[in-house]
Structure formats: structure tokens, C-alpha cells
């Protein structure tokens, strides 16, 4: 009457079930250059109670088979020059009444077979799957880490989790008490489908000569952070994404401070100050401007500008060309707050990015309605908000390709599993400024490479329009540091590449004009070079600084 039931367990416990484990995908930059994959290993262990059986067989003068050596001390000797151990080590190793004692840990597959060919009793190993790192810490904190559990942790790793991972398999068979696969009706198989590749944005080797500038400067000057951001302004693609220190990829998550730290980006902010006002057709780049040492607003409130200076009058353009805060306070007065406010907001301050890393600060960009006596003149000049990197070069993306907000990208698409290629889908670009606003605040960013404080690191042959920004740092009341900026578009004439370079906290407290200088002439060389973008062939196009 029990037949067909105690048939069924009889069945079950004869079946075994095996996973088969998916593939992670691999990570590759633009070119295809792989910045992470998986490769297969083995954990080699021992068997100490089997080992004591191990023999090794020679053939004698009369071509004989003969047992010359056995157990763990023979075993050793073979095996230790292969795994590079000391041999009297690893015999030590195999001593004792253990059943699995690993060995070696992560051993190549050459290795392996090397060892497998030794047909030694009491030698077992198992498969495992090692996560590497090519480029070691290049792109660190971009890329993340695997844990030994074998999920994404940091970086794209973890942001990509879901699409890298894969799905695994398993396979159910029947098996003989003697542990052999028989032909059975409950044989199964589900094959594991393997994660999909992740193509990023970034060019890997640019990104690699990148850094090291980046470290060299930051360790130069023992700043706490330095960083440097390459955009192409025509797609939004994100083709360098640099953090100063980054070490090789390990077990330890590394923090990209481009994304998830955010600092006021001092007098780069008088940009979108002048861009409001543009927007808004109350100035032009040759509105004269009062520009004395000190400026008295309506409610008492003083502003001075870094460097005295006699009473002067300035064209709009030459605020911007000498850094001016009491211009930049004049033309920022002549709107509302919150005609400044929702410019900013359009190109991109006050939300993230969403370039897919995990962390990413939105920055902090308050209402007007939230602005004090003083936050509402200070913003003005880059102050009382604050940006994360990725946020600054992309709004400067923005005025360098006419007034189009293009949302960032750093991965570009996916292979999949069966080989075929799948782009993600370009997001749609948004009006932020009227393309002539755009234009005129090129040709003002112009004069400053020329006339102003960008001067001092112009790149032969290359017309650049940028700003720098010096802010001060406090924390508990109390100053503590600078955080340095120089941001711009290359080449003016033809904007291509919006560039971010930045330092926080150097010991050195100076200003972005000097510390900054020969790193920025050095990231634009390079990124030219490897853009293959053509020098410029036409004069640079600037306003006059001061007005008649």
C-alpha cells in the first residue's frame, strides 16, 4: 500500500543537487579595456588521514614498477616547489587526524593541473573564483571591490550588483551507493546564465595619467583630498573620474570624494551669478560696473573683495575676469533671488548627478525663502551652497554646449550573455540657457583665461574659457582650510571637454591660481593629446576689462 511513497524516498535519497555558479561579468572601459573580471582557482587541501597512503611509484634498472617513497614527507617535496612553500612548512601541514586542512589558497589553474597530475592520495582541492583587478588602483574608487561572499561592495561593483551578478544553475542526479551518475527520470539541469559586462564611460588610460598628476600635486601641497573630473560635453560621457590616494583594489571600500563629498564652490559661483543676469537681460558683458574696495548692500551688510584696491568701474566681463565680489554683488542684486535660484537649479545645482555610484551627495542648495540677510549676497559670489565635482563640470558643460543640460553618463551599455551589445539609452537634454546667454558667458570666461586669473596657466595653442574659485573652510566656527577649484571648457572655439580640477584643504593655504595652475595645464595637455582635439587656429575672442 506504501509502495509509490517509500518508492519516492527511496528515490530522494539516492539525489543530489549541485549549483552551478554564474559568471560574474567583467567591468571594461570605453575601449574595452578590462578593469575587473573573474578567473578560475582552486583552494588545494590535505587529507591527513589519506595521506599516510600517498606513494610514489619509479621504475627500476629492469624496468620495474617500485614503491620508493610515501606519505606526507614525499608529498611535501613534490608539492612545495610548485605552490613556492617551504617544504618542511608544508609537510607540517599534512600531519595530523584531520579530514580537510587547506594548503594553498586562490592557485592558478596551471598550478593546479600540475598537482592533479601527481595522482597523490589524499590531495584534494576546490574550484573556486577569483575577482582581479588589472589595472590595480587605477579608478579604485570607481570601480569597488567583491567580497569573499562574492557581491559587489562600493563603486560600480555594488551599483551594478544586479546586472553583473548573473543567475546560477544547478543540475540533480541520481547516484549509486558507490557515488556514480545513473541514467534516471529525475536527472535535471538549469544552466546558470552569466552576469552582463559593464562598459563604463572612462578612457583608462587618460584616467591613469590623470591620477598620477593628481597625486603628485596633492601630495605636494599634503592636501587632504584632490580630485579631477573629464567630461565630453557632447554626450555627457564621463571620460575621467579621479580621486587623489587611491590604493589597489583590496577589502576595503574606497570613497569617491568627487561623488560623495560636496564643498562651496567659492568665486567659480560668480558664473552662474552672471549667468542669471544674462538669462534675465539685465546686463551685457560690457554693462559698466561700480566696483570699490567695500560694498554696502541695503541692509548693512559689507563686502570686500579678496585684494584692496582703489574705486574702479568694470565692464560685467572684467567682474568676472577679476574675480570681483563687490561687481559680482552689484549685477546679482539687479534680480530677484529667485530668478537666481531656479538658474542654478537648471544647471544641475541642488540634486545629484545619478551617474550610478553608490554615496553621491546632492550637494546643498537652499530656497530662497530659507536665505538670511547675508546667504543672499554671499551665494552670489560661491558661497552659503555647496557642489559635489560632478555637478560643478557639468554645469559648465552645460554653458560650453549652448545652454544644453545633458545629464552625465559613465556607463555606457552592457554585453550580455549571448554576446550581443546593449547601450543604455541617452537621457533627454533640457533647455537651461538661451544659447546666446550660453555664447556670451564663453567669451567672458574667455577674458578670464586671458585678462584674468586664469592667465597664469593658458596651454600653448589652446584657447580655454574657465574660472577658479578659492572658499574657505569652517568647521565649529572655526576656519580650518581652503577648498580650491579651477573649472573650465576646451577649446573655447569649439568647446569639446569640460574639465574640474580641485583641491581640498591643502597645508599651504593659497589660493587656486597658484596651487592649481600646474595641474590644470597638465590635465588639459594630456586630455587634448588624448582626444586627438586639433590646437586652435583662430585669436582668443575676450571683452575688455575695464569699462570706458
Same mark, same amino acid.
Request: aromatic content about 6%; hydrophobic content about 40%; glycine content about 8%.
Given at each position: 500500500m506504501q509502495g509509490p511513497h517509500l518508492a519516492e524516498i527511496a528515490a530522494n535519497s539516492r539525489l543530489g543537487t549541485t549549483n552551478l555558479p554564474a559568471q560574474r561579468g567583467d567591468i571594461v572601459d570605453a575601449k574595452g579595456t578590462v578593469l575587473a573580471t573573474t578567473i578560475q582557482t582552486y583552494d588545494i587541501a590535505v587529507n591527513q588521514r589519506l595521506i599516510l597512503e600517498a606513494i610514489w611509484h619509479e621504475t627500476n634498472e629492469e624496468g620495474e614498477i617500485v614503491q620508493t617513497k610515501r606519505g606526507p614527507g614525499m608529498v611535501a617535496e613534490f608539492l612545495a616547489p610548485i605552490l613556492g612553500m617551504d617544504e618542511a612548512e608544508l609537510g607540517g601541514k599534512m600531519v595530523g587526524n584531520s579530514t580537510y586542512v587547506i594548503l594553498a589558497k586562490d592557485v592558478e589553474v596551471a598550478t593546479w593541473r600540475k598537482i592533479r597530475?601527481?595522482?597523490?592520495?589524499? +590531495?584534494?582541492?576546490?574550484?573556486?573564483?577569483?575577482?582581479?583587478?588589472?589595472?590595480?588602483?587605477?579608478?579604485?574608487?570607481?570601480?569597488?571591490?567583491?567580497?569573499?561572499?562574492?557581491?559587489?561592495?562600493?563603486?560600480?561593483?555594488? /551599483?551594478?550588483?544586479?546586472?553583473?551578478?548573473g543567475t546560477d544553475g544547478k543540475v540533480t542526479n541520481e547516484y549509486s551507493r558507490y557515488g556514480q551518475v545513473l541514467p534516471s527520470q529525475f536527472a535535471e539541469l538549469t544552466e546558470p546564465i552569466n552576469g552582463k559586462s559593464v562598459h563604463l564611460t572612462l578612457d583608462i588610460d587618460l584616467q591613469h595619467r590623470i591620477?598620477?598628476?593628481?597625486?603628485?600635486?596633492?601630495?605636494?601641497?599634503?592636501?587632504?583630498?584632490? /580630485?579631477?573630473? +573629464?567630461t565630453d560635453l557632447k554626450t555627457g560621457n564621463i571620460l575621467v573620474l579621479a580621486d587623489a590616494y587611491n590604493q589597489p583594489i583590496g577589502t576595503t571600500p574606497q570613497a569617491s570624494k568627487v561623488v560623495q563629498y560636496a564643498a562651496e564652490p567659492g568665486s567659480v559661483g560668480k558664473v552662474f551669478t552672471m549667468a542669471a543676469a544674462l538669462e534675465h537681460n539685465v546686463i551685457t558683458a560690457l554693462t559698466p560696473v561700480p566696483a570699490p574696495d567695500?560694498?554696502?548692500?541695503?541692509?548693512?551688510?559689507?563686502?570686500?573683495?579678496?585684494?584692496?584696491?582703489g574705486y574702479q568701474v568694470l565692464t560685467a566681463a572684467g567682474v568676472l575676469a577679476n574675480s570681483s565680489n563687490t561687481g559680482t554683488v552689484f549685477i546679482g542684486s539687479k534680480i530677484s533671488d529667485q530668478q537666481r535660484y531656479e538658474v542654478m537649479q537648471r544647471l544641475g545645482l541642488g540634486k545629484p548627478t545619478e551617474v550610478g555610484l553608490p554615496g553621491e551627495s546632492a550637494g546643498f542648495l537652499p530656497p530662497p525663502d530659507t536665505w538670511d540677510g547675508r546667504q543672499k549676497y554671499v551665494n552670489m559670489f560661491g558661497q552659503a551652497y555647496s557642489v559635489n565635482q560632478l555637478q560643478l563640470v557639468n554645469a559648465f558643460a552645460t554653458i560650453g554646449n549652448g545652454g544644453t543640460y545633458l545629464p552625465l553618463r559613465l556607463v555606457d551599455g552592457y554585453t550580455l550573455p549571448d554576446g550581443s551589445y546593449e547601450q543604455v539609452p541617452y537621457e533627454q537634454a533640457q533647455k537651461a540657457l538661451r544659447p546666446e546667454v550660453a555664447a556670451e558667458l564663453m567669451k567672458m570666461m574667455e577674458t578670464v583665461s586671458v585678462s584674468g586669473s586664469g592667465q597664469h596657466f593658458q596651454v600653448p595653442g589652446y584657447r580655454t574659457a574657465l574660472k577658479t574659485g578659492t572658499a574657505e573652510i569652517f568647521e565649529n566656527g572655526r576656519y580650518v582650510g581652503n577648498s580650491?577649484? +579651477?573649472?573650465?571648457?576646451?577649446p573655447a572655439q569649439d568647446p569639446q571637454l569640460a574639465i574640474a580640477v580641485h583641491m581640498y584643504r591643502p597645508a599651504t593655504n593659497n589660493y587656486a591660481t597658484v596651487l592649481l595652475a600646474d595641474l590644470f595645464k597638465s590635465v588639459v595637455t594630456e586630455a587634448v593629446r588624448a582626444r586627438n582635439i586639433p590646437a586652435s587656429d583662430s585669436q582668443p575672442q575676450t571683452y575688455p576689462v575695464y569699462a570706458n
Open positions: 597530475n601527481l595522482r597523490f592520495r589524499g +590531495i584534494e582541492w576546490e574550484a573556486k573564483t577569483k575577482r582581479i583587478y588589472p589595472a590595480e588602483e587605477t579608478a579604485a574608487s570607481v570601480i569597488g571591490f567583491v567580497t569573499r561572499e562574492g557581491t559587489g561592495n562600493g563603486g560600480i561593483e555594488l /551599483s551594478q550588483e544586479e546586472n553583473l551578478k591620477e598620477d598628476l593628481v597625486n603628485e600635486t596633492a601630495k605636494r601641497n599634503n592636501a587632504q583630498a584632490a /580630485s579631477v573630473v +573629464i567695500i560694498f554696502v548692500a541695503p541692509n548693512g551688510e559689507r563686502f570686500k573683495d579678496a585684494e584692496p584696491h580650491l577649484n +579651477i573649472t573650465g571648457v576646451v
